[in-house]
């Protein structure tokens, strides 16, 4: 069964520090986005991505983030200077379709900021 | 403004037994919910949907009500297994077509 794949598995980096975590979404899906789970939280929304762009993004993501479809196959989120609250896990997703009803999960990047 | 909750952070079951997971939501807009399965370490998995339309929709052991009048959607998992352990969260489609997620139920299945 095709998967979302996510590296790092866990990342620890200092505070201030940039960040790039890498998705690596299903092939013939066109809809990809992040999003975040602090711990003992909900899921919740960061960005979606569609066509090369951003569609929707949450007030989370501001400044210090972007998204990036370097090439033909990974998905990227980089945040530019962590801060401690930036510590949580990030899920990529992808889609074929534009309905949620779709969305595959990958594992998940853990994010430690020190 | 949207949000998607849920009446229990934890539930215990003995296996075999069935489990109800509740949810309440806000936007009486909202047609379309998911319950997602998220097991330790892993990312949320897609369980069943159900659309707005519909009240009832059943899958392999698990079933989703939605009761449109209090806003109310729950999952039914029937002989609940070790293997069901994990948190259950239900989430609704945003009118651009994103997740909202609720808090999240742990269900733990003692033997």
């Known amino acids: 069964e095709p998967e979302v794949t996510q590296t790092p598995s866990h990342q620890v980096t200092q505070m201030g520090q940039e960040v790039i975590l890498r998705c690596v979404p299903i092939?013939?899906?066109?809809?990809f986005y992040w999003y975040r789970q602090i711990l003992g939280q909900k899921v919740e929304f960061l960005v979606s991505f569609y066509n090369n762009e951003i569609s929707e993004k949450s007030e989370i993501f501001d400044d210090q983030f972007s998204v990036e479809r370097p090439d033909g196959s990974n998905f990227t989120l980089k945040i530019r200077s962590t801060k401690l609250e930036d510590s949580a896990m990030y899920f990529c997703a992808s889609s074929r379709d534009s309905g949620a009803n779709v969305l595959t999960f990958g594992a998940g990047s853990r994010l430690t900021v020190l | 403004g949207e949000s998607v909750g849920l009446h229990l952070p934890t539930l215990s079951v003995q296996e075999g037994d069935n489990s109800i997971i509740n949810c309440a939501y806000s936007n009486s807009a909202s047609d379309y919910f998911i319950w997602y399965k998220q097991e330790s370490g892993k990312g949320p998995q897609f369980i069943i949907d159900?659309?707005?339309?519909?009240d009832k929709r059943q899958g392999q052991r698990v079933t989703v009500l939605l009761n449109k009048t209090v806003k109310h959607l729950s999952l039914q998992i029937a002989a609940t297994q070790p293997g069901d352990s994990a948190v259950y969260f239900c989430a609704e489609i945003s009118n651009t077509g994103k997740l909202i997620f609720g808090q999240g139920t742990t269900l733990q299945v003692k033997p």
């Open positions: 159900i659309r707005s339309n519909m």
């Open positions: 092939s013939n899906h066109l809809y």
